[in-house]
């Protein structure tokens, strides 16, 4: 404070204050906190300057007092706080210097911790009230919310006490000690490729069941998101949701086309990824599904980057989420669970399906870390149980040649890798398109028609 107003009265000099201001008919008390190096400024209520010198005197001793026995002498909402240090996340998450768990962080604080804690003094919130939050959180959701969710949700308001602290808005001492009432997470229900067969079989029937059209487009766009999720492994629902026509575009290399996907949201924020070839099929019908682009190619659609939305039934509206009738469906085919163990499936069991494929095709984790947008370390905690099936081939010996007593079929095998070929399956049976292997792998059909070529002149 270098300058003095002329209606100042010093109580003690370069520490205590008195300040009258225009506009205003109380006395201002102006205080400096030595060990924050910090001025406080406190009206006194009153226009009685022999009241305010009172006043002032018992605020400094009172704040002297706090400092000494480890109480901030400054308090904030915590509503004030927590804003700046979700909007910290945020910005660290937009210009992509920040950590993906950033994300989660800040909706922790914007979705419950401001709600619940808002008005609550930062320095005032205590193990009781804490128990209060628990319990608002369970009632609020109606169920109790997994470990690692309480965890992240914990960690988050840490990050906003540590902000708190470091602002001198409260002490190391009032921090409260956090507990965690969720039970550990358990893994979720997954398909085999046969039980996904079957699920998507009896989808497509259930689809004609529907009683009213509305009911019936639903599941008829149902059948297609299945395969979508299960054949690019991304994240139904969070990664699906804003995806639009023109963040979908075809590359051409080597003789192949690649589709390339950006996803314009999701856990980790935005991220592209390289979906398989066999995806076009269900692209191709996804376009079917809209009058307005009846004239048009799925070649011209791409190119066309139209805004809309790519997950549309047939009369054009969105449905808000396929996580309903998806449980009913697959309840209706009575596959909620594998009959073995109590792990219910969900939509996600399409992404973990997804994974499994490509980790028995041979991909590294590192390979599948960008694409799936999941830590390779994460990758390998979920499925290190697939290492043995990995080098099955090793293990169970050769399939056997023509020559060797075996069937034309078993030459093909030998060029179609056992999880592409389960892919294709899924969506031929999708969509009804079959691709044929010479525009799968254009190598391998070359080959296997040269080595077909060799038996025949053999037998002959």
């Not at 609020?140 to 960690?155: A, C, D, F, M, P």
């Amino acid at each position: 404070m270098s300058k003095k107003a002329q209606t100042t009265v010093v109580l003690r000099e370069k520490e205590l204050f008195l300040v009258s201001r225009a506009g205003t008919t109380s006395w201002q008390i102006h205080y400096k906190v030595q060990s924050l190096n910090k001025w406080l400024r406190k009206s006194t209520g009153t226009t009685d300057l022999k009241q305010a010198k009172q006043i002032a005197e018992d605020f400094a001793a009172d704040t002297r007092a706090a400092e000494r026995r480890g109480f901030p002498v400054v308090s904030k909402k915590f509503k004030a706080v927590a804003e700046v240090v979700s909007a910290k996340f945020k910005e660290q998450i937009k210009h992509g210097t920040g950590k993906k768990k950033f994300a989660d962080y800040y909706r922790a604080i914007d979705q419950y911790l401001i709600p619940f804690f808002g008005n609550f003094n930062v320095d005032r919130i205590t193990p009781a009230v804490l128990n209060e939050f628990d319990i608002w959180r369970y009632e609020r959701i109606g169920r109790r919310l997994k470990q690692s969710t309480q965890n992240t949700h914990n960690l988050a308001l840490n990050t906003v006490f540590d902000h708190a602290i470091e602002s001198g808005y409260m002490t190391e001492f009032l921090r409260p000690k956090y507990k965690n009432t969720g039970e550990a997470g358990e893994a979720r229900g997954f398909f085999t490729h046969d039980e996904l067969i079957a699920l998507q079989q009896h989808l497509q029937k259930w689809t004609t069941e529907g009683r009213s059209q509305a009911t019936r487009d639903l599941r008829e766009l149902l059948c297609l998101f299945v395969a979508f999720v299960a054949s690019t492994g991304v994240r139904p629902g969070t990664e699906t949701k804003e995806l639009q026509w023109r963040h979908i575009e075809f590359l051409e290399k080597d003789h192949s086309r690649l589709i390339h996907i950006h996803l314009p949201q999701g856990k980790t924020g935005a991220r592209k990824i390289i979906a398989r070839h066999e995806l076009w099929p269900v692209l191709e019908k996804l376009r079917e599904l809209q009058p307005a682009f009846a004239k048009l190619t799925l070649d011209q659609l791409i190119e066309s980057k139209s805004s809309e939305y790519v997950f549309r039934m047939r009369s054009g509206e969105r449905p808000y989420s396929f996580v309903n009738v998806f449980g009913d469906g697959i309840r209706a085919a009575g596959m909620l669970t594998n009959g073995k163990d109590t792990q219910e499936r969900s939509l996600y069991s399409l992404r973990h399906y997804y994974a499994t494929q490509r980790i028995l095709e041979g991909y590294t984790y590192e390979e599948l870390e960008a694409q799936m947008g999941t830590s390779a370390e994460m990758l390998q905690k979920h499925y290190n149980h697939l290492s043995v099936l990995m080098i099955a081939d090793k293990l169970a010996g050769k399939t056997p040649s023509s020559k060797e007593g075996g069937t034309q079929d078993a030459e093909i095998l030998k060029y179609m890798n056992p999880a592409k070929a389960n892919m294709m399956g899924l969506i031929a049976l999708t969509t009804g398109i079959h691709i044929p292997l010479q525009e799968q792998n254009p190598s391998a059909a070359k080959e296997l028609a040269q080595e077909l070529l060799t038996n025949s002149k053999r037998k002959v």
